[in-house]
C-alpha cells in the first residue's frame, strides 16, 4: 500500500493534511494500516486518551511509532508502553517538535555540547499558546482527557531541561497549575509551572494559553540556557525587536555577543528515525530518555493536581 493515512471522521486539520500530501491515500480502516507489511512506521495524532491504545497494537503488529504528545496520559499507560517496547523490540518516540522543529535549538544544541558556555546549570524556558477556542475539540478542555498544561505544554519544557543539562532524570520540585480566565470551562488548565532540579543544574518552566491575538505567531517562544562561562537564549519564533523571521539565537560569552540566523539549519531527527527504523539503532532521541520525559511529565501533573484540590478545598473552608 505504501504511505496512507486513516482518520475516523473529518477532523479540523485533514484539509490542511490532504492539501500538503496529495498523493497520500486514505485506507479503508485502521487494520488495514496494522497489517499492511510494507508500512514501518505509524505517526499518531489522536486525542490523547486514545494515544496508548493505538500506540501498542501498532507496535505489536511489528510497526515503529512515532506520536504527537504527550504520548500517554498516566503511569499505568506509561507502564503498559515500556513493557511493550521491551518485548517487542518497536521504537516508541514523541515528536518533542520545541526542540525536534526548531532550528535555533539545533544549534543551540552544538554550541553547549562544544563546551562554549561551559557547564549548564540552568534553563529557563516559556511556552505560551494561543487558546483559538473555536477550533478546539471538546476533548481538549478537560485536563483528565488531554493530560493537564504539564502533561501536555510542560513535555516540551522538561525534554529541553533534561537535554540541555545532559541529565538522564530529574528531581520535580514544584509544580503548579490554575485556570484563571476560562471560569465557563472549570475542568480546563490554562496556566503552569515547573521547576526541576538534577545535579547541578536548575529548571524552570512556564506554561499558558495567553498569547494575544495582536502576536503575529501563536507563541513567543523561548528558551534561556545559562552556563558557567556563558549564556544563550533561543527567540523561536519571532524576535520582537524587529529581526524578520524565526530561529534567533543570542550567545554571550566572556569573549562575544552574537546574534546568530538559525533558520537555515537542517533538521536532524526526522531522518535520525527513518535511519534508526532502517537500521535499528538509537540516534534520533534516546529511548529512555522519550519514556522519562513523559514520566516526569504526568509526575510534575499529577502533583500539581493534587497541590489544586488542596488549594480549593482550603478556599472553601475560608469562605
Request: proline share 3%; charged share 20%; aromatic share 8%.
Amino acid at each position: 500500500m505504501g504511505a496512507c493515512y486513516w482518520t475516523e471522521k473529518s477532523s479540523q486539520p485533514l484539509a490542511g493534511f490532504t492539501k500538503r500530501f496529495p498523493d497520500v491515500t486514505r485506507a479503508a480502516n485502521i487494520d488495514e494500516i496494522f497489517e499492511d507489511p510494507e508500512i514501518a512506521l505509524l505517526l499518531i495524532a489522536a486525542p490523547p486518551e486514545h494515544l496508548t491504545s493505538l500506540a501498542m497494537q501498532a507496535m505489536l503488529h511489528g510497526k515503529d511509532v512515532m506520536l504527537d504528545k504527550l504520548g500517554c496520559l498516566t503511569l499505568d499507560e506509561l507502564t503498559s508502553i515500556s513493557t511493550t517496547i521491551k518485548n517487542t523490540g518497536r521504537i516508541w518516540s514523541v515528536n518533542f517538535s520545541e526542540r525536534f522543529e526548531v532550528p535555533c535549538a539545533i544549534v543551540a544544541s552544538r554550541i553547549v555540547a562544544e563546551g562554549q558556555i561551559g557547564e549548564v546549570i540552568s534553563t529557563t524556558s516559556l511556552g505560551p499558546h494561543r487558546l483559538n477556542p473555536t477550533t478546539r475539540p471538546d476533548w481538549f478542555w478537560d485536563a483528565k482527557r488531554y493530560g493537564g498544561i504539564l502533561g501536555d505544554i510542560g513535555m516540551h519544557q522538561i525534554d529541553q531541561f533534561l537535554h540541555f543539562s545532559n541529565a538522564s532524570n530529574a528531581e520535580i520540585t514544584h509544580s503548579t497549575v490554575g485556570n484563571f480566565s476560562n471560569k465557563d470551562r472549570p475542568a480546563f488548565q490554562d496556566f503552569g509551572e515547573i521547576n526541576l532540579r538534577a545535579g547541578n543544574a536548575h529548571g524552570y518552566a512556564r506554561m499558558d494559553w495567553y498569547t494575544q491575538d495582536a502576536l503575529s505567531t501563536w507563541g513567543d517562544g523561548r528558551l534561556f540556557v545559562l552556563g558557567t562561562e556563558g549564556s544563550i537564549e533561543l527567540r523561536k519564533y519571532l524576535d520582537i525587536e524587529g529581526r524578520a523571521g524565526t530561529d534567533h539565537l543570542f550567545l554571550m560569552t566572556n569573549s562575544k555577543v552574537q546574534h546568530i540566523d538559525c533558520s537555515h539549519t537542517p533538521l536532524e531527527y526526522f531522518s535520525k528515525l527513518s535511519n534508526d527504523i532502517r537500521d535499528r539503532t538509537d540516534t534520533a532521541c534516546n529511548q529512555q530518555h522519550t519514556l522519562k520525559v513523559t514520566e516526569l511529565a504526568i509526575r510534575a501533573q499529577i502533583n500539581a493536581d493534587a497541590q489544586a484540590q488542596r488549594h480549593n478545598k482550603l478556599s472553601v473552608k475560608t469562605d
